[in-house]
């Protein structure tokens, strides 16, 4: 019964979550049996969150969708022999995600990972809040460009995509303690960034 | 700043992002300890993780993106089975009662606090009607699956005619129907929108629990069918709880008004509810009705809180154990009845458990999978 974040409350429906609740493991399961609609309910929780985050690594819209769209494909069509290794189902998704990323990156010469000139995040409309708040939202954003890739892909993993350690440590291949000390040290680099605000 | 106690990053980027446990929230504010500078430190992470979770990202859509992919997989189109759909909407037409006439007299009535009281004269068992629960609950087996996916993508959904929503235990859900109105649904919970609904002609049927936000409009009525009861408004907001397993099914209005009958007794006049005030009916349709109730903290469910005053152990863990999806019980009939007074908002469930137990005078045990409230003195 992992069908959900055990223990946790259950989601609001109004906020955009990427962990679903009530998917996740049981849905690999479904899968694998050919059951298209745990499929789709795969598909649907994961595309926006996964499109932007390999729009991040490779700097581009429409590919980030090609590839993301390849490898939901490449699931369904080789889900008998399904097996994902990694601990949650997330994991397994922002991993793949983001090794297509990188190989489409070296296929296609540029060597752009996680880009200065990918989209930048962009402040987050906040028609109410006030001038401070959109103040720190534009240096947020600058302060986030501003990071060294990975501990700045560590960063977004973590707190964009509400990934674990163990998560972040999978999609990166990298040690559960690498990706502690990259947050760490990015969460240091952005309050010295943002010691105006603070 | 002095740092004789240098900040725990790791420690305080836990808590910002979510990821901690009580002890580890009130570790930081033990270091934070009343000292403005820290308390400003750790407000500025936290602010950086809450900017980073909030930043735009382009988006994209899933919908459309879907949809071919099911062409180019060839997967059926029906993620919402239509052959489900006229049972669906034939079961909830027939059983729509009798209207009620009006110059029946009106239901026994008590006002005091919102508790069961058994009827002086024993009414007919209402035998509610569930033909339209027992289809609902096979069309909701088969398109809980299916539904799932639209309930989990948070955003409101448009239904097709005859269709049913269902919420699995630890799940909530959003659903805007075509005239306007906005249900929340809370765990364990099945909403039947029949293929009639329109603006012209409003009725939903319900088993579990749901916050209606009704758009107005005086000439159709909004209905929902509710276990034996029938609440009926213009353009109202309110809270109906209908779960199988309780013995009674409550409205609770916020603002507008709500005419609320128990059709299955021909006897039964309408009683008008307005805000604040929450109506308890039983099988046996006693209704009581509670004033000035505070409606705000029994729909509080609908933000992400729960809110339970002097409600005995059992009731609270039943509902604790929906909302999470626990498996959590009380383990000795005594402390059963126990009044508790609490509210959860973000918490896990072993600390939700602890705090219950501690509220009781009791303890925490696990018996494989389950967690037990057992008095002190008991055997692990």
């Known amino acids: 019964m992992n069908r959900h974040a055990r223990g946790r409350p259950p989601a609001d429906p109004e906020r955009p979550a990427v962990a679903l609740v009530g998917g996740g493991d049981d849905w690999v399961a479904r899968i694998r049996h050919g059951d298209p609609s745990a499929f789709e309910a795969m598909y649907l929780a994961y595309y926006q969150p996964l499109c932007a985050f390999v729009a991040r690594c490779i700097g581009e819209r429409d590919r980030s969708e090609e590839l993301v769209q390849d490898l939901f494909c490449r699931i369904w069509e080789g889900r008998e022999a399904w097996r994902p290794a990694e601990a949650t189902l997330r994991g397994y998704l922002f991993r793949a995600a983001r090794n297509r990323a990188l190989n489409d990156l070296k296929h296609r010469r540029r060597e752009r990972e996680f880009a200065e000139s990918s989209p930048p995040a962009e402040p987050a409309p906040t028609p109410e809040a006030g001038a401070e708040a959109r103040d720190f939202a534009a240096a947020l954003a600058a302060a986030l460009a501003g990071l060294p890739p990975r501990c700045r892909e560590a960063c977004v993993l973590r707190w964009q995509y509400g990934l674990s350690h163990a998560e972040i440590a999978t999609t990166m291949d990298v040690a559960v303690k690498a990706v502690e000390a990259l947050i760490t040290r990015g969460l240091k680099a952005m309050r010295i960034a943002l010691s105006a605000f603070g | ?380």
Do not use: C, K
């Open chain 2, 1 to 380: 700043m002095v740092d004789n106690e240098p900040p725990d990053w790791s420690l305080m980027e836990r808590v910002a992002a979510g990821h901690a446990t009580e002890g580890q929230r009130a570790a930081v504010e033990q270091w934070i300890g009343g000292d403005p500078e820290r308390r400003a430190l750790f407000e500025l992470v936290r602010r950086i993780v809450a900017g980073t979770r909030d930043s735009a990202a382009p988006t994209f859509d899933a919908d459309a993106a879907l949809a071919r992919a099911r062409i180019r997989l060839g997967l059926p189109s029906a993620a919402t089975p239509s052959s489900v759909s006229p049972s669906v909407s034939s079961s909830v037409s027939s059983s729509v009662p009798p209207s009620v006439p009006p110059s029946v007299p009106s239901l026994p009535m008590a006002v005091r606090p919102a508790r069961q009281r058994p009827a002086r004269r024993p009414m007919a068992a209402p035998g509610a009607p569930g033909i339209w629960r027992q289809a609902a609950l096979a069309a909701g087996i088969v398109l809980a699956v299916a539904l799932g996916v639209t309930l989990s993508t948070s955003r409101p959904v448009a239904p097709v005619p005859g269709r049913t929503f269902v919420t699995s235990r630890g799940e909530r859900a959003s659903v805007l129907l075509r005239d306007g109105t906005r249900v929340a649904l809370a765990p364990a919970t099945r909403l039947t929108v029949p293929s009639t609904f329109d603006a012209g002609h409003r009725t939903v049927a319900l088993e579990g629990e749901a916050f209606f936000s009704v758009v107005h409009d005086a000439r159709a009525p909004f209905t929902v069918r509710a276990g034996n009861v029938v609440a009926t408004d213009v353009g109202t907001s309110f809270d109906v709880r209908a779960y199988a397993g309780d013995r009674t099914v409550a409205v609770a209005v916020r603002d507008g008004r709500v005419s609320l009958a128990a059709p299955a007794t021909s006897r039964a006049r309408p009683v008008s509810l307005g805000a604040g005030d929450l109506a308890t009916v039983t099988r046996d349709t006693v209704l009581a009705v509670a004033h000035g109730a505070d409606v705000t903290e029994l729909s509080a469910w609908t933000g992400g809180r729960l809110v339970f005053r002097a409600t005995p152990l059992r009731d609270v863990v039943t509902a604790v154990a929906r909302w999470y999806d626990a498996d959590l019980a009380v383990g000795d009939p005594s402390l059963g009845s126990v009044p508790v007074t609490a509210s959860f908002e973000d918490e896990r469930l072993d600390d939700v458990a602890l705090v219950l137990a501690r509220a009781v005078d009791a303890r925490v045990a696990r018996r494989g999978s389950t967690l037990l409230i057992v008095p002190t003195g008991s055997r692990p």
